[in-house]
């Protein structure tokens, strides 16, 4: 029966995992495209996506470990059956409380439950940066650059890659594009030389906390240094 309903409880969880990755697949490729063509200030059709190609997408395994989600939840599932089985014999065997037993098992559930939530978001913006990778594929970007953000909660590898500058040859999740580690907040823009400083991109103040605009061209380096500058040396480290 533990077994069961852990099946059950796994399957549920692909599903909504899946739901919520294809949602972010596709909400994130058509608004890549709309905001891209405003600003170019020129509309144009582009082929819309369908159900096999974001099947596809999800099925790719892109992570260190080379497992989808839906085989870490498997996994996870039966670590959770045996830590459920472990204790509950450990229990009946010796006599004991279920006091330790239960807050063993609560335990587990309470670290599978934010391993999730961490995997959930981790999976989710990674399907959104695809998207706009397969968008700017489809409407003929050339180069792309990474954009950070310029807040206090940006660490240092995502600070060192804000700004840079790659060909879309060169797309690779984790090493030239996002996502950068777990709850990585790194997204991409099109990059082209002739637009190089027109407009602004939004930064918050590490004392206030208040959002304000800064130049396009603003890196995080440059941020942090005008932060610095104005509040002291290493404030957005000490905030960090």
Known sequence: QLQQQAETLAQKSIQATANASEMAYTESYYH????????????????????PLIEKVLSRPWTVDNQTFTARCWTDKTKLVETVNQE???MLAT??????????????????????????????????????????????VEKYRIIGTLDTKTCNICGDMDGKVFKMSEYSPGSTAPLFHPRCRCTIAPYHEDMEGLGTRFARD???????????????????????????ASTVDRER
Not at 32 to 51: P, S
Not at 96 to 119: C, H, L, M, T, Y
Request: some cysteine; hydrophobic content about 35%; proline content about 2%.
């Open 32 to 51: 890549t495209a709309f905001e891209i063509q405003r600003g170019i200030g020129v509309g144009w059709t582009l082929q819309g996506i369908n159900k």
């Open 88 to 90: 509950l014999t450990r």
């Open 95 to 140: 006599g004991e409380a279920p006091d330790k037993a239960i807050a063993a098992i609560s335990k587990r559930f309470n670290v599978s439950k934010q391993n999730a939530g961490r995997v959930v978001m981790t999976e989710s913006a990674y399907f959104s940066s695809a998207a706009q990778k397969d968008c700017f594929n489809e409407l003929g």
């Open 206 to 232: 590490v004392k206030t906390g208040k959002g304000y605009q800064v130049p396009s061209n603003t890196t995080y380096e440059q941020w942090k240094a005008m932060q610095d500058a104005k509040y002291g």
